[in-house]
């Protein structure tokens, strides 16, 4: 799934809005016609290590 901000404004979407989980070839479409921007995924951030000999 892919997240896609518009450039545009689209079927009743303000431009600079997101489009959350689209198929990847939706999210394609979108860029292909102009109205639109894939993102790129975001990594979720590193967990703190828990208890062990290098916790604090």
Known sequence: MTNVLLTKKYKG???GSIL???ADG???ALETI???QKLK???PAPK???K???AE
């Open 26 to 28: 939706e999210a394609t």
């Open 34 to 36: 102009g109205v639109g």
């Open 52 to 54: 062990g000999s290098d």
């Open 20 to 22: 959350k989980d689209l």
């Open 48 to 50: 703190k290590a828990g």
């Open 41 to 43: 995924d975001e990594q």
């Open 13 to 15: 979407r303000a431009a």
